[in-house]
């Protein structure tokens, strides 16, 4: 098993910033891939990012230009740094780990005011 625990999230104003973090703990030797997906009220779960082992990353259209994720191996921990957020961008942003299995973690709110 792999447990995900996010952090980060808030009410930001329009065009600022917020620094979500999700911590792997468990079977972490399992996983290939981290990422973020997001689902708003009354639309599907959607990736945002997502960043492999080796450090490759894939982000959505929306996210491009704006939304940078990281990984710290030794930490266990992905990121995701998120700049010039849009009211769009409010949703409730969940991690995920995959490798034998995909993981998910509780999510965490991120609400944006205009």
């Known amino acids: 098993q792999v447990q995900l625990v996010e952090s980060g999230g808030g009410l930001v104003q329009a065009g600022g910033s917020l620094r979500l973090a999700c911590a792997a703990s468990?079977?972490?030797?399992?996983?290939?891939?981290m990422g973020w997906y997001r689902q708003a009220p009354g639309k599907q779960r959607e990736l945002v990012a997502e960043?492999?082992?080796?450090?490759?990353?894939i982000y959505a259209d929306s996210a491009k230009g704006r939304f940078t994720i990281s990984r710290d191996n030794a930490k266990n921990t992905v990121y995701l740094q998120m700049d010039s957020l849009k009211p769009e961008d409010t949703a409730v942003y969940y991690c995920?780990?995959?490798?034998?299995?995909?993981?998910w973690g509780q999510g965490t709110q991120v609400t944006v005011s205009s």
């Open positions: 960043v492999t082992t080796r450090g490759s990353t």
């Open positions: 995920n780990a995959r490798g034998e299995r995909a993981y």
């Open positions: 468990g079977r972490i030797f399992s996983i290939k891939v």
